[in-house]
């Protein structure tokens, strides 16, 4: 079976400190990775994702995501926070050695970036 | 905009009612794909389509029937809703389902029965 855990509910950071918001998988096999943001009374918008080669991952509006195996981890990072990156942040994982073909997603991390 | 595009964006509906919700994607993709989004718990896949066919349904009650004419457009039509149905329910399309290609989102619907 495949599974991604978020174990944070909720991420507060100031503006313009660094920023992570963590990720770990299971799966079977080599995993396909995503991250996911939605802002309130929105869908799900891609940000970046890991299917192979360098472990280290750049995304829209300045994220990125690091993929380690041996920690079984794809956290989401952002070097200096911005008060617009205040949402909810969904970690995803496909096993693409798997017959099920859609997403798995975590519950979820709301970040709050205060002024 | 991510060119999947959900109608309506609220709908409220009695228990005993019937009402159906469409997704539209103009992204040119052949898989198309239900999710059930509520509160606190991660979003819960409901129907996936690959070339119009249904190629997983996870264990969604009867009460929510899937509909594919065509690879642009998916519908979910509702009929004897519990409370416990109300959620945000979004659609999503990809390239091909499987493999590293992402999926789009639509804005979803957020369903509320009364």
């Known amino acids: 079976a495949q599974s991604v855990a978020q174990p944070e509910d909720q991420v507060n950071v100031a503006e313009g400190n660094p920023l992570t918001v963590k990720c770990t998988y299971s799966v079977s096999g080599n995993p396909y990775l995503f991250w996911y943001v939605q802002y309130p009374n929105r869908g799900l918008q891609f940000l970046l994702k890991y299917i192979t080669g360098d472990n280290l991952v750049k995304g829209s509006y300045g994220f990125e995501a690091e993929f380690n195996k041996s920690q079984t981890s794809f956290h989401l990072k952002k070097p200096s926070a911005l008060v617009s990156d205040s949402a909810l942040y969904f970690c995803?994982?496909?096993?693409?050695?798997?017959?099920?073909?859609?997403?798995?997603f975590g519950k979820g991390t709301s970040l709050l970036v205060t002024p | 905009e991510t060119g999947v595009t959900q109608t309506p964006r609220h709908l409220v509906m009695g228990m005993t009612n019937k009402k159906s919700l469409k997704c539209e994607q103009h992204l040119g993709h052949n898989a198309m794909y239900w999710y059930k989004q509520s509160a606190k718990k991660p979003l819960e896949l409901m129907f996936v389509?690959?070339?119009?066919?249904q190629t997983e349904n996870n264990s969604v009650p009867s009460r929510f029937s899937p509909e594919c004419p065509n690879s642009s457009h998916l519908f979910l039509h509702l009929h004897t809703l519990q409370p416990e149905d109300s959620a945000l329910y979004l659609c999503?399309?990809?390239?091909?389902w499987g493999v590293g290609t992402e999926a789009f989102f639509g804005q979803g619907t957020r369903l509320t029965v009364v």
């Open positions: 999503a399309s990809s390239q091909e």
């Open positions: 995803a994982v496909r096993d693409p050695s798997n017959s099920g073909y859609a997403l798995n």
């Open positions: 389509y690959n070339f119009k066919e």
